[in-house]
């Protein structure tokens, strides 16, 4: 365990902060309100073991967990010790381009020096280096087997001043906690809605993308042999017809983490000889001829995504002070494109800035970051549930210019085959490290429409995986 690192109170707010859930929206919301308040109590309602171990509480901690550039900054500037323990533990380095062989709308990526990376390893292994490096914070107060059940208010309901837990430890009984500020990071099914109208006020109005995706997932122990040619291996299906992807990172212990990951309902069995022929058809053969060579070291295991889910806090007139929502709780994409941890860093550190710029009035901080988290999410939004509306399938409404940006979008990935300087524009934009107008920077702009006016210039790519590889449209 790191040393206990006295964090000194540059803008005391307050008293104490109470964070509900202990995963990562809550561990690194926790580690901004130290700033802040004398003492910040973490609620969760899973037992936390000194290890990392999977959880009930966060079962996707079994699939695969690649962290965008963008959040992994943000989590090693606020746990300057996160970066070499990951690494001293065994996470790998990969280079979005170079060290991962990537096969995207029929394509290969091309493999260039992007100095785009991420680190990769299992999500309880970061789960619990970040939650070590929180426990060093001295005025931060962990509290596990503790279930949340309401809110406490003020008599004029206009403020949450607390929280009612039971705590299942010890001998179980129900106690009540008072806060400064209550932080909501207990993820999806988060209850904020339930009790805001218990309190009296609307429920948030919700965004909906049904998607049905689900996960099946294992490891295997890695093979030496393959390691010369790629670090990690991400084939992604090409809508409408495609619905599989298939991914593989490296992660600690010497060993892989597949995710089979199929949408609109086509889900890999989990029987061996099932979840082997799911995998056969993948749009690229490279994961399938690797499955049917490496050890697994543990059953098949599932997860459901039913869809993107946004709540809309930030258009609710009525809002009570003392608290903020943030994580899943406020916002779930779709796994698949990578960015919860991301998002929720990215909230972390606008709620930092708004508790910065409220001169102690911590009503108005938590105000201001409901409208300004809303912004926040709004890019990353529109990346998921863009790209899931790509399937006819797909259950929800097609904001104006979802035809054109999957259009563009299509014609960007094609580039990303043979034009490295495309490849690495966009990898910066998915990393979150550019905005998303920088798609349609003239270096990208310019081809895009060359490509669209003279498409056989670019039919054939070298890919430095397999070989030649075809466009979609000459597959048939
Ligand atoms: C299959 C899958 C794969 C994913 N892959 C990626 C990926 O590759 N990259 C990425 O960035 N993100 C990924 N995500 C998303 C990522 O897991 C989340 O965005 C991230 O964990 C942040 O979530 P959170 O902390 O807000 O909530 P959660 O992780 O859901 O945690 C909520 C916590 O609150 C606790 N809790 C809940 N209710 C209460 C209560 N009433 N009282 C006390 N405690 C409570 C829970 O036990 C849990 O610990 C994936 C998600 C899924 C489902």
């Not at 998921?384 to 929800?396: F, V």
Request: proline residues 6%; glycine residues 8%; aromatic residues 8%.
């Amino acid at each position: 365990m790191p040393k206990k690192e006295s964090f000194p109170a540059t803008k005391r707010l307050g008293q104490q902060a109470i964070v509900i859930g202990s995963s990562m929206a809550g561990l690194i919301t926790a580690k901004v309100l130290s700033e802040y308040f004398d003492r910040v109590t973490i609620l969760e309602r899973d037992q936390l073991e000194d290890s990392a171990e999977p959880r009930q509480g966060v079962p996707q901690g079994r699939h695969v967990h690649g962290i965008l550039t963008r959040g992994h900054t943000i989590m090693s500037e606020l746990f300057p010790g996160l970066t070499d323990g990951l690494v001293e533990g065994g996470a790998s380095l990969v280079d979005m381009s170079k060290d991962l062989a990537w096969h995207h709308r029929g394509l290969w990526k091309r493999r260039v020096d992007s100095g785009v990376a991420i680190y990769t390893q299992t999500r309880p292994f970061l789960e619990w280096h970040i939650r070590q490096q929180l426990l060093g914070c001295k005025n931060v107060n962990p509290i596990s087997e503790c279930d949340v059940k309401s809110f406490m208010t003020d008599a004029e309901k206009r403020r949450v001043v607390g929280v009612v837990i039971h705590r299942r430890n010890g001998e179980a009984h129900e106690e009540e906690l008072t806060g400064d500020l209550v932080v909501d990071a207990s993820g999806r099914g988060s209850q904020t809605p339930r009790w805001l109208e218990d309190m009296g006020y609307d429920k948030p109005e919700e965004s909906v993308i049904k998607v049905n995706v689900g996960y099946a997932s294992r490891l295997y122990r890695r093979l030496p042999s393959h390691q010369k040619r790629w670090k990690a291996l991400m084939l992604y299906p090409t809508p409408p017809q495609g619905n599989r992807m298939g991914m593989l990172f490296p992660v600690e212990g010497n060993r892989w983490i597949v995710s089979l990951i199929g949408w609109v309902g086509d889900h890999a069995p989990v029987d061996e000889e099932g979840y082997l022929e799911w995998a056969r058809n993948l749009e690229a053969p490279d994961l399938y001829n690797l499955m049917l060579e490496a050890e697994p070291l543990t059953p098949i295991v599932t997860h459901k995504f039913p869809s993107n889910l946004r709540r809309h806090y930030e258009r609710m007139r009525r809002f009570p002070g003392g608290l903020v929502v943030i994580g899943d709780a406020i916002c779930s994409f779709n796994p698949s494109y990578g960015q919860g941890m991301t998002t929720a860093s990215l909230g972390a550190i606008t709620l930092r800035r708004c508790l910065d710029e409220c001169e102690g009035n911590i009503d108005l901080a938590a105000q201001r970051f409901r409208k300004k988290v809303a912004k926040v999410l709004r890019a990353p939004w529109m990346m998921a549930a863009g790209e899931d509306l790509s399937w006819p399938a797909a259950e929800g409404t097609r904001p104006f210019g979802t035809k054109f940006m999957n259009w563009y979008l299509r014609k960007v990935h094609e580039l990303t085959a043979r034009d490295g300087e495309i490849l690495v524009r966009f990898l910066r934009v998915m990393n979150m490290l550019k905005p998303p107008y920088t798609i349609f920077h003239p270096r990208i702009l310019f081809p895009v429409i060359a490509h669209t006016l003279v498409p056989k210039r670019l039919q054939y790519t070298e890919s430095s995986v397999q070989g030649r590889v075809v466009l979609n449209n000459e597959k048939k």
